[in-house]
């Protein structure tokens, strides 16, 4: 996307990278925790998930919730043409739906390079034996995995973490198990984990973007070597 002027570079540093402000909410977060608005050359507003558009752009930090009635009233328009600089914009009507199916996109894209990388394992059988061994960082089901599979697997991450009795337990992803094996190029994923704690990093913080998005968030802790995270994504520190 061609944006008409660049965007100021900002001072404001924290631990996780460089905060940015949500136009509409006016809090700031890590820009990691945020999804960032561009303008194509002819002024349609698009999201840029990957933050790779040159140029000015703004910042989001609310649900699709909150963002469609931001867009219904007005309040979406006026905060664009602030951010932009009272650039020509056209915002289209399912803004909200192409910034989740980008999410999704975001996340399907990296669940594939982490299988290609070699830092997941498929099946409940290796899945079971891996979390057992203590080898799983990170243990995710599909939305339609039921309850039986996910119950057996995270009581196995729990006996290899030495964690029984605890809320440890796996993800839940915003994808059914059509969706994972499109992603992951296989017949009927319906579990998967990550022997890799860098791993489970970088699906974790796209997961828990696009579950906030959705507005699907809790307060609730991960587990006791979890960060605090959602009731559906939980992920194993070193």
Do not use: Y
């Amino acid at each position: 996307m061609r944006i008409p002027h660049n965007e100021r570079v900002s001072s404001d540093i924290t631990a996780d990278g460089p905060e940015r402000k949500c136009i509409l909410s006016g809090e700031h977060a890590s820009r990691d925790s945020l999804v960032r608005l561009a303008i194509s050359p002819d002024g349609l507003v698009l999201p840029d998930v990957l933050a790779r558009a040159p140029g000015r752009g703004a910042w989001i930090g609310v649900s699709r919730e909150a963002l469609e009635k931001a867009l219904s009233n007005g309040k979406l328009k006026g905060a664009l043409a602030r951010a932009f600089k009272g650039a020509p914009l056209s915002i289209p009507e399912d803004l909200g739906q192409r910034i989740e199916q980008a999410l999704v996109r975001t996340l399907t894209d990296r669940l594939g390079i982490e299988l290609r990388a070699g830092n997941m394992l498929l099946g409940t059988e290796k899945i079971a034996a891996g979390a057992r061994a203590g080898a799983v960082t990170f243990l995710a089901h599909a939305s339609d995995a039921g309850s039986d599979g996910p119950n057996k697997l995270a009581q196995a991450w729990r006996v290899g973490e030495m964690a029984e009795g605890t809320g440890l337990k796996g993800a839940i992803l915003p994808l059914d198990r059509a969706a994972l094996s499109v992603a992951l190029g296989r017949d009927n994923v319906v579990h998967l984990a990550l022997t890799d704690a860098a791993a489970a990093e970088r699906v974790g913080g796209v997961l828990a973007r696009l579950l906030h998005f959705l507005g699907r968030e809790s307060d609730e802790a991960a587990g006791p070597q979890g960060p605090a995270a959602n009731d559906d994504f939980d992920t194993k520190g070193e």
